[in-house]
């Protein structure tokens, strides 16, 4: 399939082809359709499938070819729900590519920042509005965003709004908009508090998913270390010095630990900055634009941060602190091998870490290579599990072990009744 088989208008295919695409990814093949019919959408799809342009090519295309239906003052007619900043400038740098060649004009707000230079805007009209949760409702309650006349809502990351507590907000985003919108949700997982929310606000939707959490990038070679955990950071050291590691992203599991990664780093000379909620919106982004200019090789994220951050050729991801949840391992990863380029993903395991290693290896069903010739192995004692001694075999299990992994059956679809729809 090509993006001239999605019958898309002649204005969006000329600033695809520009940006060099000519063939949708998985998730925009699904998901363009389905969007330009009007249906609501329930999406699955991780960062990096490509899924921010599956729902603004469609969105751009409904919108231009319906022109504004009042011709004096642009009103708010897509609004598209974020949890972060660096999210939203994305999703808004998206917009403005793909309706380049339109009359459209989309505002991108958020807090952290006056909201004076956003108000103006808003007082001018949009036709398309990025938000975060809180900025939004904000602006709304002094009277400066007006979502009567909303075509489509679009709310996205919709597990990390969850997980920064933002989900209470996102349903009194919702009530504010019209009945007969077209909404379209898309999350990385779907626990069951999403899959509640969609069956609330969504009107008999579509399913559309790409890259199962289970599954980890091809194109990513995966590592593990075993290593004492008060030498961490001398390991860190070790690996950005001795294999020349650059642009390279770690995660901590928290702050604290991020800001400690960094002084460390600091005190041995690399140039290495932290990205995560403790700072404010305008330090995150200095730090990610420094981070992507080169300026800064060693970025260290907590993982709510890391969710902003979309960088093409990012060559390394190193967990620092395993992840509890081994879900998170396969979104930490797939920030790297990505547009078809090879990447590596090291993680660094504990001794008290063994067991969240146990659970990763259980749901990816991947037997990462063990890395045994280092200067900080496990001290003589520890427990080392059969983690690292024995590999998992295709069918997930361990050797002369009969345990399965359970893999998690869902969805219950109910159908509601259709409403009568803008398009």
């Known amino acids: 399939m090509k993006f001239e088989d999605l019958n898309l208008s002649k204005s969006i295919l000329t600033a695809v082809s520009e940006e060099g695409y000519t063939t949708p990814t998985p998730i925009q093949q699904q998901a363009i359709p389905v969007v330009l019919e009007g249906r609501d959408i329930v999406g699955c799809a991780q960062t990096g499938t490509g899924k921010t342009a599956a729902f603004a090519i469609p969105i751009i295309h409904n919108l231009h070819r319906l022109g ?16 972060t900043r ?12 793909y309706g380049k060649y339109t009359n ?17 805007q808003l007082k001018r009209g949009v ?4 938000a975060t949760p809180g900025r ?7 009277g400066f965003v007006d979502l009567n006349h909303l075509h489509v809502l679009v ?8 997980d920064m507590g933002f989900i209470n907000d996102v349903k009194k985003i919702v009530k504010l908009t019209p009945d007969n919108r077209q909404t379209l949700l898309f999350s990385a997982t779907m626990p069951m508090q999403i899959r509640e929310l969609a069956e609330m606000f969504l009107t008999d939707p579509a399913s559309v998913q790409v890259a199962p959490v289970s599954s980890t990038a091809e194109r990513v070679e995966q590592r593990i270390y075993f290593v004492d955990k008060s030498e961490k950071r001398n390991l860190l050291y070790h690996l950005i010095r001795n294999e020349k590691l650059d642009q390279l992203l770690v995660f901590s599991r928290t702050k604290h630990g991020a800001d400690n990664v960094v002084r460390s780093l600091r005190k041995k000379g690399v140039a290495a900055e932290a990205i995560h909620g403790d700072k404010s919106q305008n330090a995150r982004q200095r730090v990610l634009e420094a981070f992507k200019n080169r300026e800064v090789g060693v970025l260290v994220a907590t993982d709510i941060a890391a969710r902003g951050i979309d960088i093409e050729q990012l060559p390394f991801v190193i967990n620092f602190d ?7 391992y396969v979104h930490r990863i797939g920030r790297t091998g990505r547009a078809g380029k090879e990447g590596i993903a090291i993680s660094f395991c504990g001794p008290d870490e063994a067991p969240y290693w146990k659970d990763i290896q259980k749901l990816t069903k991947v037997s990462a290579k063990i890395i045994e010739d280092h200067p900080y192995p496990w001290k003589e004692g520890s427990a080392q599990s059969e983690t690292q001694q024995k590999p998992l075999n295709t069918k997930g299990q361990r050797s002369g072990k009969a345990k399965s992994g359970n893999p998690n059956s869902r969805k219950s679809e109910a159908s509601k009744q259709n409403k009568k729809r803008w398009y």
């Open 68 to 83: 504004n239906s009042n011709s004096r003052h642009k009103v708010i007619r897509a609004l598209i729900v974020t949890p």
């Open 155 to 162: 709310l996205d990351e919709a597990d990390q709004m969850l």
């Open 322 to 328: 395993l992840p509890n949840i081994p879900e998170t």
């Open 104 to 120: 459209l004009r989309q505002l991108t707000i958020f807090g952290g920042v006056s909201q004076v230079p956003q108000v103006d």
């Open 136 to 142: 939004l409702l904000d602006l709304h309650k002094q």
């Open 86 to 97: 660096e999210l939203a400038i994305q999703i808004g740098e998206s917009f403005d590519t």
């Open 127 to 130: 036709d398309i509005l990025i």
